[in-house]
């Protein structure tokens, strides 16, 4: 099987392909009835994903500089802004909803805005909202680690899930969605690693293949 993308960063990779699959963050409106406590848990779900986020910017800038790390000081930023921030607790406050749905629906409505003008935005918004639900559904992120070198297979991959790669494991990697200029690319070409986006590789038959990436 023969399969073609657009090259993010040049290279020839070879070994087993790992599909990875995203932590599932379903979620579900719940009625609640402390609204403070509701605020409280989104609250504290926010200052641990800066957290998290500060975690990553160091590592970014050893690896790959601070002018390319920077984009995870935006992230927290963003975890910042005051429209944001108020959407949220206000969807808390007015519909009695969980944090987990309130943080999902502003993520959702703010990056509709961004979507025709700025994409990478509508993508960063998505990424922090994502982050911030994982931290209130108590969910860590997911492995991207194998015993044996391997190459990466994925929808996509988020700046903060890129720069977790091991590089002494990851050989490539392969999404079927993204663009040469997104801050995962940027981030792909910074630390060498062999990068194609646009490839419809099929759900099922690819995991633990033998690949190779040209």
Partial sequence: MELHGKSVFGGIAMGRLSVYHKTDNAVKRTKITDIEA???????AKEEAKRQLGVFYEKAVREVGEVNAA???MHQMMLDDLDYVESITNMI???????????ASTGDNFAQM????MRE???????ISNRVISILQGNGDAGLSGDEPFILLADDLAPSETVQLDKSKVLAFVTRHGSTNSHTAILA???????LIGVDFPEEGVDGQFGIVD
Avoid: G, S
């Fill in 71 to 73: 984009i995870f000081e």
């Fill in 38 to 44: 509701e605020k409280k848990r989104f609250e504290d």
């Fill in 121 to 127: 935005r509508a993508a960063d918004v998505k990424d």
């Fill in 189 to 195: 070409r910074t630390m060498n690693i062999p990068a």
């Fill in 93 to 103: 406050e007015t519909q009695q909803v969980n944090a987990e749905f309130a943080v």
């Fill in 114 to 117: 961004f979507a025709d003008y």
